[in-house]
């Protein structure tokens, strides 16, 4: 069986720990995580490649392309086909070219921040007229001072090798934390998705405030004037939509133009969802989940003038991220969604990737859990610029997975 | 990689095949299945035993106590400890002493039947007072000539190495089919699940027909007087409760009393029901799954007047059977209820053994998938008298696997 590395659970609750500004690149430092007091003893993912075959008559192939990142939470694609890859707990950003992961980090990275279970250097994103406007985008937990904090979206330039002037462009409201994903619209906007910091439901769906919204904002970080809730008394104007959870994901459906979003219920209820202009998603009035003590999380499983998902999970999987495919290494994949998983049931070492088939109006026909013997917590699932999907592990020796095609 | 089985998907309205009255303990035949078109290959389950770390710190080791069985259904303990077994396509029962699959069947199955996908020799049972009266109860397929058919229960003496004297004690209305559990309650009274045979929303819960019912008899398969719709106009007075699609599982929670039950969704929303005397449990007007095609299958996911489900799935994992855990050897599952399952999201090779734990007040706290990397299709899950779990895959090499502590 090999050796057998130890688990962490860390409590949800779990007091974050504040940095004081570091250096470039070494900002950041893991939390001391307690040791797992009991559960599962997981071996750690061999050298690979891994073969599986797959529903639909896919045979795929699963390389190792880096492994030893510190928590890496997203990953994404310069114009010279290098990969920057964020590490979550260290702050680096990584670069990977050729396949290989280069040593030193990129510089560029944002000056301070909160790092703890759910904290640190999250999302990245390139800027979509990268050619005329080479931004880096990033996302991170940001501190305020003393014991304040928020979520904050920075961006710097690229000049080849490294992120040059990396200032923020957006700061949430003080007490906005945890994840926030990043995705440039069709529309050429920045979208920002911010997270409810309690499980208790509340009386209203609290559009005064930042937590719970999918948020749009200009490349530069202002609100564009033509914002669904623009003068909308008892809304704020960078409101997209709003009744979410947790936007743990947030992806671009080519073909519509649409952004769909993944949202995590708390015990069950998981979701994906797409998200309509001004669009209701529920929460905290309506869940398919249970709270974490077992009872039904809402009095109710719908709730008129709020949205159903589209899919949704019962137990939970931890959905954390999502992509489309639409490239030509699986052509009986072409149009399927992908939903990478931290764990399945409130049970570590039970991630998975999940994927989603949908019929011709976009219904869902059936869904499979790939790479569950894996036993890893996928934080990010996207299509690389080979027509391959590209997977990070959030872990402490954190992985790249490509997923290949090994023909039929 | 080792030699490769080749699995079959049978079509959900496969015809099915009528067979004459053959000699006992060579009743059936196997249907001829259509090969695969598309899909997974699955390896043949080794020699074992298998070894896993599970949640809540339970090691555990999985042996295969026999193999080469035909898609077993149904498994049961004798008082002296042998075991009965049920092979759904060959119609035989077969018996294991001291672990030892015995070669000649057991003598007394039911004559004439009908075999195909769904249809077969079905469900064991012994009579709650064996040792006074110690007939072996079988459930089954019956041909009522032509293309008719119907489910049917019957029972024959046990006499030490056979069962004699087999006779029909409960013949079902003409049309119904499919699986059918059975299971004594904690009343000593007879309950038998009646699956519905149409996808299709109906305008009413049919309370004049069986299919979607639990029925409730005596031993002796008759109606008792005191069931709960006995003399209520439009109510057959066997029914004990309603709104069920498909009844895959019994089983008593015996330190309540109470019937729980597995339901098969059509694409999702399998359920766990706590089955409540005269309860309506919504099919076909509330389902919380999609419809095969895709679309939701109802309106609504609740309904007034209907009982939400204990516990749900989405995607669906085809529950089969289900059993509380309340033995010695695995301390860390006491209460925990098991669920044996088929396939999930549509998928064949995806089987598994489902694990959910309640909080004290019954609510769901969190659920383990185990066993899946088998892919087996687990038909039967059951405690046996040693207070390990014992499982049936409905497989053309059907298995007996016991699930062992393997210490800390």
Avoid: C
């Amino acid at each position: 069986m090999g050796w057998v590395i130890k688990r962490f659970i860390y409590s949800y609750l779990a007091a974050s720990m504040l940095l004081a500004a570091l250096p470039q690149a070494t900002l950041f430092a893991a939390e001391n995580a307690p040791a797992r007091p009991d559960g599962l003893n997981i071996d750690p993912v061999g050298k690979g490649p891994f073969y599986y075959d797959t529903a639909e008559g896919t045979d795929i192939r699963v390389r190792v392309v880096a492994r030893g990142l510190n928590h890496p939470w997203s990953i994404t694609w310069l114009p010279d086909g290098s990969a920057l890859v964020t590490e979550k707990d260290s702050g680096a950003i990584r670069r990977i070219v050729n396949d290989q992961l280069q040593e030193a980090p990129v510089l560029g990275t944002p000056q301070g921040a909160i790092v703890s279970r759910y904290k640190g250097l999250l999302d990245i994103a390139t800027h979509p007229d990268f050619a005329n406007e080479p931004y880096v985008y990033m996302s991170y937990n940001k501190s305020l001072g003393g014991d304040k904090e928020a979520i904050a979206v920075a961006r710097g330039r690229w000049d080849g090798n490294n992120i040059q002037n990396t200032q923020d462009i957006f700061v949430g409201e003080e007490g906005t934390t945890n994840g926030v994903r990043l995705l440039f619209g069709a529309d050429g906007m920045l979208y920002v998705g911010v997270y409810v910091t309690t499980d208790n439901p509340e009386p209203n769906f609290h559009t005064g405030i930042q937590k719970g919204k999918l948020l749009r904002l200009t490349p530069e970080g202002k609100v564009p004037t033509d914002n669904p809730f623009v003068g909308k008394e008892g809304f704020l104007p960078e409101i997209y939509s709003y009744g979410h959870r947790t936007p743990t994901g947030l992806t671009l459906n080519k073909t519509t133009g649409e952004i769909w979003e993944t949202e995590m219920g708390p015990n069950g209820g998981d979701e994906v969802n797409r998200v309509e202009r001004g669009g209701n998603y529920g929460w905290p009035l309506v869940s398919l989940g249970r709270a974490y003590s077992g009872g039904w999380q809402s009095e109710r499983f719908q709730m008129e003038g709020t949205r159903d998902p589209i899919a949704f999970w019962m137990p939970g999987v931890s959905p954390s991220s999502l992509a489309f495919y639409d490239g030509d290494e699986f052509p009986r994949w072409k149009g399927d969604l992908f939903v990478s998983a931290m764990q399945a049931g409130q049970i570590p070492g039970t991630g998975s990737l999940q994927r989603i088939k949908f019929n011709e109006d976009g219904q869902e026909i059936r869904r499979e859990s790939l790479l569950t013997d894996l036993r890893q917590r996928i934080r990010d699932v996207k299509m690389g610029p080979d027509g391959r999907l590209y997977l990070l592990t959030d872990e402490d020796d954190g992985l790249v997975l490509r997923i290949e095609s090994a023909g039929d």
